[in-house]
């Protein structure tokens, strides 16, 4: 029976072996690909009706952006002050100004073609200047939106990523275009 147990520890010691082998490689790549390149989040509430729905899941790219700044009609999810990340569109680039008058979003005094949106943007809100390295942002759903008419401009820095793909539920995955 001893002679026994050198070899059950000796299999079970190699069972982790492979288990580590295996298991650690794959750990490391989903922790660099969900850091650095992309990862997966939840839409919450209805601010981005009627492109984006509450609980539709969703896949961010991280890495665009390294190489080029945003740009308007990107949607990307940001950091706030407030526990979740945020998704918004973007509107207003930097050195541009952004008002809101008559239902419609003007940059740099000219009215904004927003063919993606169900209604008028209602409200006023007087010319304000996006910084460098900061971007305008707002809710494809004006009228329920928490966005930079709130909390101001949203700094490159807080951009998390990019949302690039639906995908779920199945019926409404996609690619996610301007």
């Known amino acids: 029976m001893s002679g026994d147990m050198p070899a059950k520890e000796s299999r079970l010691k190699s069972w982790l072996r492979e288990l580590l082998e295996a298991i650690l490689p794959a750990l490391v790549i989903v ?18 009706e009627p492109n984006l729905h509450n609980n539709q899941r969703l896949i961010i790219e991280k890495i665009s952006y ?12 940001i950091r706030r002050p407030q526990p979740d990340p945020l998704i918004k569109r973007i509107i ?40 460098e390295e900061h971007i305008f942002v707002l809710g494809d759903n004006r009228g329920s939106s928490n966005d930079s008419r709130a ?8 951009i ?8 779920w539920p199945p019926t409404e995955s996609g690619l996610i275009l301007k």
């Open 31 to 48: 922790l660099v690909v969900n850091i650095f390149l992309a990862q997966a989040t939840r839409v919450e509430g209805q601010s981005m």
């Open 66 to 77: 390294r190489f080029h700044s945003p740009t308007r009609g990107d949607i990307v999810v």
């Open 92 to 131: 207003g680039l930097p050195g541009e100004t952004v008002e809101i008058h008559d239902g419609q979003v003007y940059i740099n005094g000219t009215p904004l073609n927003e063919p993606y949106l169900t209604q008028p943007t209602v409200g006023i809100m007087p010319a304000r200047l996006v910084p």
């Open 151 to 158: 909390f101001g401009m949203v700094s490159f820095d807080d």
């Open 160 to 167: 998390i990523g990019r949302a690039w793909l639906r995908y």
